[in-house]
């Protein structure tokens, strides 16, 4: 049913670019949408920034029954909300939000030492990464390599994965887990910025074996592979933050959307751009994706349609959807492109984006982080505005080339 309301209107845009694409003629062109959402999102994230100024090392992390609550560099997010910012100073270029961005990101720096986790990736290549982008700053760039090369010391080469938690041990010999993709960007920076072949060799060997033993046959994945060291083989597959160890849990499908799209970018390795199509096919055609692309936390959840929606999951795919709009045929392109306007049309939206000084000022409402450990269920998180940003900023620049 979804896939024929799809097509009817992909064949009505006529295949056309999505800047193109037609509005009813009660709605905004999605430009407009786009812009307000820029607007409105500067004035919230400023409030954020000048809530925290003078709260040394604290980052927002979310918000619950009104409550702010913070963390410091440690949190595996710390790296959001100073990308957030990024994302905020290359739209705007306002002084002010520039200020912000560059002490926020500096709030993360130490974590540039992170040898006991994988987030390392998500932390630095947030802030830093985007903030190097945008100002060429070479202390962000030797922020990003020891970061890098810190992340590297998690590889072992008999597994040929990086390894992403070490808690649970008795339970999980070499854990990782879907959302480890991620990470391998700042090491493929640190491949181009370094010149050593080693930070590539170990992305490509994670990014392959993620292909052979994460994936189901509908292209689904699974939360946490652990792998038997002696062997290098997986010896158990489950879940941590989804419905079962079965189930698709619906972040742990962006990111592996996400991750194969950017590999693909970075690469052209086209078997990286067949594994995120067909991620892709199966988020976009799943009978549990409602009609607004806002996904349930868990695809296979029996409590549907009566649970919490996972508005960072949805941020997570239209950005990867954008990328890989890029690199598809016209026609799968506008499909893509979409669902990404249905996306940003729906968050944008009272519904989802917060009022003024609400929210604890976050942008976003209603992201689910761990549903099974009761954690953070229906509140604001800062990727879920991390990716809405990076999606609003991909979507405007494609809107206006
Ligand atoms: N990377 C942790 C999460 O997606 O919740």
């Known amino acids: 049913m979804i896939r024929k309301v799809l097509i009817t209107c992909t064949?009505?845009?006529g295949l056309v670019s999505c800047s193109q694409t037609k509005n009813r003629p009660d709605e905004p062109s999605l430009l407009s949408v786009v812009d307000s959402a820029l607007a409105f999102s500067e004035k919230q994230s400023l409030l954020m920034a000048q809530?925290?100024?003078?709260l040394e090392d604290r980052l927002p992390r979310t918000c619950e029954n009104g409550k702010d609550i913070s963390s410091n560099s440690r949190w595996w997010c710390s790296g959001f909300f100073p990308g957030v910012l990024w994302y905020l100073y290359e739209h705007n270029k306002n002084p002010e939000i520039l200020k912000y961005a560059r002490l926020y990101t500096d709030r993360?720096?130490?974590?540039k030492y992170t040898t006991d986790n994988h987030d390392v990736g998500f932390m630095l290549y947030c802030s830093f990464g985007n903030g190097l982008r945008l100002t060429g700053d070479k202390r962000y760039e030797e922020v990003l390599l020891t970061g890098a090369k810190s992340l590297a010391t998690r590889y072992n080469p008999d597994v040929g994965l990086i390894r992403s938690w070490d808690h649970n041990k008795e339970k999980w010999q070499y854990p990782v887990i879907i959302d480890n993709l991620m990470n391998l960007e700042l090491l493929l920076w640190a491949a181009n910025a370094s010149g050593d072949p080693t930070f590539k060799t170990i992305v490509i060997s994670h990014a392959d074996k993620t292909i052979k033993n994460h994936f189901r046959p509908d292209y689904s994945s699974f939360h946490v592979v652990s792998y038997d060291t002696a062997i290098g083989k997986p010896h158990l597959k489950q879940t941590h933050q989804g419905y079962s160890d079965e189930s698709a849990w619906s972040r742990g499908q962006a990111w592996g959307l996400y991750g194969y799209a950017y590999l693909y970018r970075e690469t052209k390795d086209a078997r990286y751009l067949e594994q995120a199509k067909n991620i892709a096919n199966f988020l976009i055609y799943h009978p549990n994706m409602p009609e607004d692309y806002i996904p349930y936390w868990d695809f296979?959840?029996?409590e549907i349609p009566n649970t919490p929606r996972d508005a960072s999951a949805a941020c997570i795919i239209a950005s990867a959807l954008i990328t890989l709009s890029d690199y598809v045929?016209?026609?799968?392109?506008?499909e893509y492109m979409k669902v990404?306007?249905?996306q940003i049309r729906t968050l944008s939206s009272p519904e989802y984006t917060a009022k003024p000084g609400e929210n604890g000022c976050f942008?976003?409402?209603h992201s689910t982080g761990a549903y099974p450990l009761k954690s953070e269920i229906d509140v604001p998180l800062t990727y879920a505005d991390y990716y809405y940003m990076e999606t609003l900023t991909r979507l405007r620049k494609k809107l206006t080339k």
């Open 51 to 54: 809530k925290y100024d003078t």
């Open 108 to 111: 993360v720096e130490k974590e």
């Open 11 to 13: 064949v009505l845009t």
């Open 329 to 334: 045929d016209k026609e799968l392109s506008a």
């Open 363 to 365: 942008i976003l409402k």
């Open 300 to 302: 296979n959840t029996p």
């Open 340 to 342: 990404v306007e249905k």
